[in-house]
């Protein structure tokens, strides 16, 4: 089975801040995805990773998907109140397996 | 170009009742998903369909649960005798594979209530 770990769970910081929120697995996917997510709503894609490494910039927001492909990242810089919500982690299997395995999610909270 | 959308957007129903939802994708796209989502939880796979054949079914879709998706276009979940554990949001998500990658594109979800 496998499983995403995301860390924070929760996270409350000032507008101008930095974060990070790390997803995590000992399974190894194909692709990962972070989405965020608001009350009600559906989760929106952000970015879609596939190669061990890869870094994509998408304006404030930086993802990075690990060497090995069990890991990934997502940095935000100068965090704006916009950028509250949940920001959730989700891998597409290595073995052909189509449906994505989510992680349990980062709830952020942006003071102004 | 227009995304994922869902109907009902909500739905409140008595215990034992039946309800259907459907779904209708992103056009071209082949690929159709359902997923369900409990308060404080990620999304938890259901099934999917590539065209009009379902390809896989989670443990988690009891015998309660059938979906369809008849002419390989919009899709249908039907869930009888609903149980107050069924309340949650259940979310559509479509994808076109191409180049190995498959990149899923959610509706808004149908929030359904049981009493």
């Known amino acids: 089975t496998q499983l995403l770990e995301q860390s924070p769970q929760f996270l409350s910081i000032q507008e101008g801040e930095n974060l990070t929120v790390y997803c995590n697995s000992s399974?190894?996917?194909?692709?990962l995805q972070w989405y965020r997510q608001e009350p009600g709503e559906g989760p929106v894609l952000l970015v879609t990773?596939?190669?061990?490494?890869e870094v994509k910039k998408l304006k404030r927001l930086t993802f990075q998907f690990g060497d090995a492909r069990k890991d990934s990242s997502l940095h935000i810089t100068a965090a704006q109140p916009g950028d509250t919500g949940l920001y959730l982690c989700?891998?597409?299997?290595?073995?052909?397996?189509?449906?994505?395995?989510f992680g349990s999610g980062t709830r952020l909270q942006v003071q102004p | 170009d227009t995304g994922v959308s869902q109907d009902p957007r909500h739905k409140i129903t008595k215990r034992g009742q039946n309800v259907t939802f459907r779904c209708d994708p992103i056009s071209e796209h082949n690929r159709l998903y359902w997923y369900r989502q409990t308060l404080g939880q990620g999304p938890e796979f259901l099934t999917y369909f590539q065209n009009e054949a379902q390809l896989e079914k989670s443990r988690l879709l009891s015998d309660r649960f059938s979906a369809e998706r008849p002419k390989g276009s919009f899709s249908t979940l039907e869930i009888q005798r609903t149980e107050q554990g069924d309340s949650a949001m259940y979310l559509c998500?479509?994808?076109?594979?191409?180049?190995?990658?498959?990149?899923?594109?959610f509706g808004p979800g149908t929030r359904l209530t049981v009493l």
């Open positions: 990773v596939v190669t061990g490494g």
């Open positions: 399974s190894v996917f194909s692709s």
């Open positions: 989700a891998g597409a299997g290595d073995t052909g397996r189509r449906a994505l395995t």
């Open positions: 998500a479509s994808s076109l594979l191409k180049g190995g990658t498959d990149t899923q594109y």
